[in-house]
């Protein structure tokens, strides 16, 4: 472990310095592994933001229905073995360690990035365990993400909004074009969510590579209708003249704009011969996040008061986490903030809201941003409270602060919900 974190560059730490601009790397990595990415039927998940709870989604539901699953996302939030499960059980260190033995005076050689060493990791472990079929989340972007050698069944592509500027493009439509570069010669392409900047990019690419196009809110309408027992979210499902309701154990509001990409996915997958039964769906979206392992998706901690957290962390993702705690019952407001410092932090800034109290405070990684400076510039935007730069000193703080009726929310990055010690 201290080999991949330390001897090869990590965007999730670094940032800027590990990002790489092409593919020769991973495919020199996998030709020297034997192309372990086709041995095994694949589904690839791209967007700017709901792709991780797809992905635990599509895997939940094939895992329901008999198959031996893999599932390969980023970033982790505790564990590095996070990354790589196959039917919800993270990848033993064992084999972690052996991959290294096994390979690393090749990848001495190449020097490959952090991320770029674990998809062959990743590829190389689901081979090497025979399993049915993966559920690749894409790392970013699309086009030039390492990911983006795999041949895959189906491809979904669940949103397009503003984050990674600086690599994918300053406009909608290029970030789209980017992401769009997961579209393969003929294979099947969902788009959860229709955006009119975006559409046309979309059909473009997948007119380009006969690729059959889906927009999955023309099939499916979803409506959240109630909080189920049991801690479920309820949902009303249109699709035609069938109606039906459907819980699941993901509360965020942003599983309304997932669901729709989720279900269309579900029956390209029975086209393309899976057998998946309703009632396996339905069992299935009822425990995604104990069946997989997902963490920190308005995630409740604690109530009393109540304590959230979310990994949302650009504009788009953080628009609809501000709308859902205007909806939440509490009196007061609590926030333990940490932010990254290559995102947009004026667009952030602006939209929190000016009546809560602020924790400021920053993960344990090079690119968070120091609670300092985020103190300094949340002030200018109206924005109260106190500085505190442990993520665990700040949750503490808050909860002695709050009343029994109050909210405490914890977010702003990855990487600060990453260090919640109760996660």
């Known amino acids: 472990m201290d080999y991949l974190f330390n001897a090869l560059p990590m965007f999730q730490r670094v940032g800027a310095a590990a990002f790489k601009k092409d593919l020769r790397n991973t495919i020199a990595l996998c030709t020297h592994l034997g192309d372990p990415q086709d041995q095994f039927r694949s589904i690839h998940v791209a967007g700017t933001n709901g792709k991780g709870s797809t992905s635990h989604a599509l895997c939940a539901v094939l895992m329901q229905a008999g ?31 052996d991959f290294v033995k096994e390979h690393k005076s090749f990848l001495d050689e190449i020097k490959p990035s952090f991320f770029e060493m674990t998809v062959g990791l990743a590829f190389w472990y689901f081979a090497k365990s025979k399993i049915d079929v993966a559920v690749i989340e894409v790392g970013m972007g699309g086009r030039l993400d390492s990911t983006n050698i795999i041949n895959p069944q189906l491809t979904v592509i669940t949103n397009i909004g503003w984050d990674h500027m600086q690599y994918l493009g300053n406009s909608l439509p ?28 979309f059909r473009k690419v997948s007119h380009e590579k006969n690729a059959p196009i889906y927009f999955a809110e023309d099939t499916f309408e979803v409506a959240p209708f109630e909080n189920g027992t049991n801690g479920l979210r309820n949902y009303t499902i249109r699709n035609g003249a069938l109606s039906y309701s459907l819980a699941l154990d993901l509360l965020g509001d942003y599983q309304s704009f997932n669901l729709p990409g989720i279900l269309q996915s579900i029956d390209l997958l029975k086209e393309l011969g899976y057998h998946i039964q309703t009632r396996e769906v339905r069992s299935a979206m009822m425990q995604v996040c104990s069946t997989t392992g997902l963490k920190g998706r308005w995630q409740v901690l604690s109530e009393n008061p109540l304590t959230v957290c979310d990994t949302g962390h650009n504009e788009n993702g953080l628009q609809i986490i501000l709308k859902q705690i205007s909806r939440t019952p509490h009196e007061h407001l609590f926030f333990v903030l940490g932010l990254v410092n290559d995102k947009d932090l004026r667009k952030v800034l602006s939209m929190l809201p000016k009546t809560a109290y602020y924790f400021f405070c920053q993960a344990s990684i090079p690119r968070a941003l120091e609670a300092e400076t985020l103190a300094a510039m949340s002030e200018n935007f109206g924005l109260r409270g106190e500085i505190e730069k442990d993520v665990n000193t700040a949750v503490e703080k808050a909860r002695k602060k709050a009343g029994f009726k109050d909210m405490i929310f914890i977010g702003g990055s990855t990487f600060v919900v990453a260090e919640i010690k109760e996660l």
């Open 67 to 97: 198959y031996k699953v893999g599932l390969y996302t980023s970033p982790h939030l505790k564990s590095f073995t996070e990354r790589i499960k196959i039917n919800g059980q993270e990848i033993p260190e064992k084999e972690v360690v």
């Open 174 to 201: 290029e970030i789209a074009a980017e992401k769009a570069g997961i579209i393969k010669e003929g294979v099947p392409v969902v788009i959860s969510q229709r955006q009119p900047e975006t559409d046309d990019v």
